[in-house]
């Protein structure tokens, strides 16, 4: 079992910038691909990006390619999400998640809010 817990969320500025933090319980995180998603209100979770075991691998979502980055430090058992330019519609709760392969996510944390002011 993993256990996570975002930060790093706050409000910000159009064009502005946050890194995001997800910090891991137990052992075994570097075992599971890592991934950030987003939920703004009314609105289906989206895919933002994941990362590999290693760190070695990543993916993102066409909306934020080239604006945010993902990384993990597995001595950490922390992943990252360096947002860049930010835009109004960045605006939504963050979550990271833990899972076998990055497309199926077993672990959830509670979420961290992101408001991006124009």
């Known amino acids: 079992q993993v256990q996570l817990e975002e930060s790093g969320g706050g409000l910000v500025q159009a064009g502005g910038s946050l890194r995001l933090s997800c910090a891991a319980s137990g052992r075994t995180f570097s075992t599971y691909y890592m991934g950030w998603f987003r939920q703004a209100p009314g ?14 691998g990543t993916y993102y979502a066409d909306s ?7 990384s993990r430090d597995n001595a950490k058992n922390t992943v990252y999400l360096q947002m860049n330019s930010l835009k109004p519609e960045d605006t939504a709760v963050y979550y990271c998640g833990a899972g076998a392969d ?6 959830w944390g509670q979420g961290t809010q992101v408001t991006v002011s124009s």
């Open 43 to 56: 609105k289906e979770r989206d895919f933002l990006a994941a990362v590999g075991w290693s760190g070695g």
């Open 64 to 70: 934020v390619k080239g604006r945010f980055t993902i």
């Open 102 to 107: 990055r497309r199926q996510y077993l672990y």
